[in-house]
């Protein structure tokens, strides 16, 4: 299974970024995607789940300005991040629980993209 994040960038605070992550080698609607990110210095940290049955849960951090969505028929999840702050500055990853936890910690996902990096500029 192979996990490709795309999305990420240079913003100013404030603006919107949408990152996506799409998925081949596996059975996607099948798998819990979470969204992850780790900021310089800092442990690797949840952000958000959807689970294959478009259930939603959020760290507290970010929980109304991000947004995660799937679509099935592309293999791809979004993270839809709104009103973005020089906090959200960090690697951000995708990664595949094929368990159905709905897990927050990052032992509990298999599958891991390798990342890509979003700075968010005051």
């Known amino acids: 299974v192979q996990l490709v994040e795309s999305g990420g960038g240079l913003a100013q605070t404030g603006v919107s970024l949408r990152l996506s992550c799409a998925v081949s080698?596996?059975?996607?609607?099948?798998?819990?995607m979470g969204w992850f990110r780790q900021a310089p210095g800092k442990e690797r940290e949840f952000v958000g789940v959807?689970?294959?049955?478009?259930?939603?849960a959020y760290a507290d951090s970010v929980g109304g300005r991000f947004t995660i969505s799937r679509d099935n028929a592309q293999n791809t999840v979004y993270l839809q991040m709104n009103g973005l702050k020089p906090e959200d500055t960090a690697v951000y990853y995708c990664?595949?629980?094929?368990?159905?936890?709905?897990?927050?910690?990052?032992?509990?996902?298999?599958?891991w993209g390798q990342g890509t990096q979003v700075t968010v500029s005051s």
């Open positions: 080698g596996g059975t996607f609607r099948n798998y819990d």
């Open positions: 959807i689970t294959w049955t478009d259930a939603l």
């Open positions: 990664a595949a629980d094929p368990w159905h936890r709905m897990a927050t910690m990052r032992g509990s996902y298999e599958f």
